[in-house]
């Protein structure tokens, strides 16, 4: 399913300006894609804050129909006084102001008092939203009036309630598959059916509705939580054939000898029915109907849709989230990168989250004929997407059942994954729910680039992770505010403190910084003794002090985009590796500390890497303003090799020519060989202080200028140690002088001559 939104003709008074922050989500659609269009808008004029017919005058003339006739929503600021959003409505071509929460009030006014309160706390944290209907149809001055709104001091934010609807995919029938259940065996469901759970979890299909009579259906539907958001008289009815299909794959009855097997088979499946006949909904549907899954805790919520693009929608996925709520949405069906789209960047800042695209039948590496979006940064996880059988009421299509493609099908494959780790550990945050999926892919190396997570969803590993989680073999944590790394995990292990020892993997999600302890006794290894496997892909903070230290048998870890503190990893005697594929590495460990993803201008603490004796190899970023604490490398006795992002150099030698200054972080790296520096760089004290092997020392470009070079910057380096340097240098005194080139109390590095041609 997709989101279409308006295009505006150009007025011909003047050329307008691109809209901004609601005008920059609107995009032109068509078939299979969607892209962006420039939209043109009027200058604001001053604004009456008092009455909003000075703020507009309409046009009837060049409208079309991509969002709700005479309709925007508005959100004031909380401390707005209720006098002045009275007179900020008063104007005779308004029809009606709604209260937003309102409506949503009304969908759950019948049921427990607890529900009533949830609405109504939701209400509060949001703020004052309103659903303003004008008396006149619609015109395009809508959206200047919007872009106005956006500038009064009173208003939050206002939008246009766009208009959403079904994406149509051909079906897509071949001749010997049409009973094809190969989507269960490429993400082993078979395996995961073997160990889960009985519990019941209820699962929200927002869509066109459910068939509750079809025979693979109707025991798993949950009719008595259904709200149909539409208005239609048939309730919950599926007019369309979407519905079914995607809640088909997500519960389906198994072991009935009917049809197809879901995912789930114990999943109860709430119809949550936002779209008619005609497929389209609206965001102000949309989001009442995300808030009314959060009144009734319903724990995972199944959207196909390709996009959701105003603050409405979003406020109430938050709250959902912020209430213990899993939203599985649909990365889109138009071969567009996703990183591009400011709509699903911001859907990836949130934990409660998971985007997933499509891939092809024929193989698991391969996006589904390029149609399905992807996205390294904002698309988490791939899964079956094409030629999909499953569900369709028996008024759509005779047999009850039909194939379909697209994200729309890849979706509801994660969303009955979802559920049956929630079965199966009913106390996980969405976070950690997401983290036990996205960790448990099957790595697919040409998805690496294009999808977060690197791979393609695998139930049964994703529930075997849980699991593991569970009992001790894998740790995930989800840090609060200022907790040390310690505080964290012992408040994670809770009770099973005693089993901490058993833990060898530790995957750390959210967002707070944390580490940031004082001495080693606040590292990880003071509770996991036996640690090899980190994963911080998915944490979004800083590694703070001490961090990792002392854990003897860390092996490898994947890191985010974040610097660390120091002392963070100060004897892993075993460490090799550090990257940032964005999936755990337990068969192998590459044999590079890749520091080149990491955005931090600080890369390490001082002392961050010290008697990290199995480090061979560093890569560091293509930046002038990486800065690298004291004494990183010291006593990394087998790094030989340091080099910058991508850049070729030889076995034993240190590219080093990006760096800004050069302090002690070398200090008694004894495998470096050859250091090529750069021309303007500072050498600090102590820079290559006791690098026993240091042979040669490279100016990149000779030397135009004296270095500047820090007191025993080279004393302890190789006794025939020569800087190679251009002519006129050595004949400079205060170079040739300087304590920084001795090796030794009494001999002095070699200078090397370059010729100036």
Not at 9 to 14: G, Y
Not at 578 to 604: C, F, K, P, R, Y
Not at 659 to 682: D, P
């Amino acid at each position: 399913m997709k989101l279409v939104k308006m295009k505006l003709k150009p007025t011909t008074i003047e050329k307008r300006i691109f809209c901004k922050v609601i005008i920059c989500f609107v995009l032109c659609s068509s078939l299979l894609f969607v892209t962006n269009i420039n939209m043109e808008c009027a200058k604001a004029a001053a604004v009456d804050t008092n009455n909003i017919q000075s703020l507009v005058e309409f046009d009837y003339s060049e409208c079309d129909d991509e969002f709700v006739d005479n309709e925007i929503i508005i959100r004031f600021k909380n401390e707005c006084l209720e006098s002045d959003v009275k007179e900020f409505f008063s104007d005779e071509r308004i029809k009606s102001v709604e209260d937003f929460y309102k409506s949503v009030y009304d969908e759950v006014k019948n049921d427990e008092d607890s529900v009533d309160k949830n609405v109504k706390q939701i209400k509060d944290e949001i703020g004052r939203t309103y659903v303003v209907t004008f008396r006149n149809k619609r015109d395009c001055d809508l959206i200047d009036l919007v872009e106005k709104l956006n500038k009064n001091e009173l208003v939050d934010y206002a939008e246009p309630n766009y208009i959403c609807s079904v994406e149509e995919t051909p079906n897509e029938y071949t001749n010997s598959s049409w009973y094809d259940h190969y989507n269960m065996d490429r993400i082993q469901a078979d395996k995961a059916w073997d160990i889960a759970s009985g519990n019941t979890v209820y699962v929200g299909i927002m869509d066109t509705g459910i068939d509750a009579n079809h025979p693979d259906l109707k025991d798993n539907i949950a009719t008595e939580l259904g709200r149909n958001f539409v208005g239609d008289a048939n309730e919950t009815v599926d007019e369309h054939s979407h519905g079914t299909h995607v809640a088909g794959i997500v519960g389906a009855k198994g072991n009935n000898s009917i049809g197809v097997a879901g995912v789930n088979w114990n999943a109860k499946l709430v119809p949550l029915k936002i779209c008619g006949e005609d497929g389209s909904s609206n965001m102000r549907i949309m989001a009442r109907a995300i808030l009314y899954a959060k009144s009734k805790n319903i724990p995972i919520v199944n959207l196909s849709y390709g996009k959701s693009y105003d603050d409405t929608f979003f406020n109430a996925v938050e709250q959902y989230g912020e209430s213990g709520g899993l939203l599985v949405t649909a990365a889109e069906n138009a071969g567009q990168n996703n990183d591009n789209d400011i709509t699903y960047n911001r859907l990836a800042t949130m934990d409660n989250v998971i985007v997933v695209a499509a891939t092809s039948k024929a193989t698991d590496n391969q996006l589904r004929n390029g149609r399905s979006n992807y996205g390294f940064y904002t698309v988490d996880i791939a899964a079956p997407g094409e030629n999909i059988w499953s569900t369709v009421p028996t008024s759509y299509n005779y047999s009850g059942y039909e194939m379909k493609s697209g994200t729309s099908m890849a979706t509801p494959h994660v969303a009955g994954t979802a559920s049956l780790i929630k079965a199966a550990h009913p106390s996980y945050t969405p976070a950690m729910i997401k983290a036990c999926i996205v960790n448990g892919v099957t790595y697919e190396p040409t998805l690496g680039s294009c999808i977060n997570s690197g791979g393609i969803l695998n139930t049964y590993r994703a529930l075997i992770g849980s699991s593991e989680a569970e009992e001790g073999t894998m740790l995930i944590v989800e840090p609060g505010k200022q907790e040390t790394m310690n505080q964290a995990i012992t408040r994670t292990l809770g009770d099973r403190l005693e089993s901490a020892s058993e833990i060898t993997k530790i995957k750390i999600i959210g967002s707070h910084n944390f580490g940031d302890g004082n001495s080693s006794s606040d590292s990880a290894n003071y509770r996991l003794k036996n640690l090899k496997y980190v994963d911080l892909s998915h944490y979004q903070g800083a590694l703070g002090d001490y961090a990792f230290a002392n854990c003897i048998n860390l092996i490898d870890v994947t890191i985010g985009n974040k610097g660390f503190g120091k002392r963070c990893f100060q004897e892993c005697t075993k460490l090799e590796g550090i990257h940032s594929i964005g999936v755990l590495q337990t068969n192998e460990s590459m044999d590079v500390v890749d520091l080149s993803g990491v955005a931090e201008s600080t890369l390490t603490g001082d002392y961050c890497f010290t008697q990290c004796e199995n480090i061979k190899k560093v890569c560091l970023p293509d930046s002038k303003n990486v800065l690298l604490g004291v004494a990183t490398f010291w006593k990394c006795h087998n790094l030989k090799t340091i080099y910058i992002n991508n850049s070729e150099c030889k076995n034993g030698e240190a590219n080093l020519t990006n760096l800004s200054i050069i302090n002690s972080s070398l200090v008694n790296t004894t495998a470096i060989e050859s250091v090529v520096l750069k021309n303007s760089i500072e050498i600090k004290s102590g820079a290559f202080r006791d690098c026993s092997k240091l042979e040669n020392v490279y100016f990149e470009d000779g030397c135009a200028t004296v270095p500047v070079i820090g007191v025993n910057a080279f004393k302890g380096v190789s006794p025939t140690c020569t800087i190679y340097v251009y002519y006129p240098i050595v004949h400079n005194p205060s170079f040739m002088s300087s304590d920084s080139l001795l090796y030794d109390d009494t001999h002095r590095v070699s200078v090397g001559i370059y010729s100036m041609n």
